[in-house]
Structure formats: structure tokens, C-alpha cells
């Protein structure tokens, strides 16, 4: 038997008579009724209906099938299509909400600035040599009792020194 190399081309001659001149517009027409087809497709129609080969041993044609991987391809398309869209949507509302929370951040960083050079700067609780002398040494010695001077004895005084 013949082997065939995987891709094998055969020609097919037209003479110029009318049979041939007419089968070959037929072949034109066709191809321009149906662009996406080939001579080699047509030619292979012909060979399958011309042997009476059953339609369950026949191949699909290739239409159908390009057909079908082209509505498939559109589907997925709109699949990813939409997916952007909400992928896009999900991050966009992310992104906001980040937005929001760095804003308020910002916001209560800023007035925590405000109220730590507002409030007075808190003295350390180790007593410096100056207060420790001051506590040590009482104010008033026994030498000097204290002083404390009322009003108006003091207006009174003047008028007892009259007396």
C-alpha cells in the first residue's frame, strides 16, 4: 500500500471545454458565497458525497467547529471582561477605604500634636538640690516667730499710739 506523507497535495486540471468552463464558475460562486472555505475543502466535500462515505465517518466540517472555538473565545472574553470589572470595582473600594483610614490617622496624629504642645511640660519627680535645701531649712526659725500682720490692728495701732 501507498504511504502518504502527512500533508499531500494533488492538483486538479480544467480544460477549456464547457463542461469544465461551467464547473469551474460553479466552483467561483460557491467560494464567494462562502469565503471562509477553501478549493481544497470543496473539492473534499465533492470526493466524500461522490463515494457515498457515511455522514458518521465523515470529519466536521471545519465551519462548525471554528464556529463553536469563536463562540467560546467570546465568552471567555466577557468572562474576563467581567471579572475585570469587579476585580477593578473590589480594589477601587479597598483603595477608598484605605484613603478614609490614613486621613483619619492623619487627623488624630495631628491633634495628638496639638494637645502634647498645648499641656505644660510635667516636671521630672527628682527633686533638684535647690528644693531639697528649701525642705531641709524651715522658714521660720525660733529666733523669728512669724509675722502676720492684720489690717486692722494696723489701723487700730495708729490710735493706740495717740493714746
Known amino acids: 500500500m501507498f ?18 468552463e461551467s464547473l469551474l464558475a460553479l466552483v467561483e460562486s460557491e467560494l464567494e458565497k462562502q469565503p471562509e472555505k477553501t478549493f481544497s475543502d470543496l473539492c473534499k466535500e465533492a470526493l466524500w458525497q461522490s463515494l457515498c462515505v457515511p ?31 469587579r476585580f477593578f470595582a473590589k480594589e477601587s473600594n479597598r483603595l477608598e477605604a484605605m ?39 524651715p522658714a521660720y526659725s525660733a529666733h523669728t516667730p512669724p509675722q502676720e500682720v492684720d489690717p486692722v490692728i494696723s489701723r487700730l495701732s495708729q490710735f493706740l499710739d495717740d493714746f
Open 3 to 20: 504511504q502518504w506523507s502527512k500533508k499531500v497535495v494533488k492538483s486538479v486540471t480544467f480544460n477549456p471545454g464547457v463542461a469544465d
Open 55 to 85: 455522514e458518521s465517518v465523515k470529519p466536521a466540517p471545519k465551519t462548525a467547529a471554528i464556529e463553536s472555538v469563536e463562540q467560546q473565545i467570546g465568552k471567555l472574553q466577557n468572562q474576563v471582561a467581567e471579572l475585570e470589572e
Open 99 to 137: 484613603e478614609r483610614h490614613i486621613l483619619q490617622l492623619s487627623q488624630q496624629v495631628a491633634q495628638l500634636a496639638i494637645m502634647i504642645n498645648e499641656r505644660p511640660v510635667i516636671q521630672p519627680l527628682i527633686p533638684s538640690p535647690s528644693v531639697v535645701e528649701a525642705v531641709n531649712t
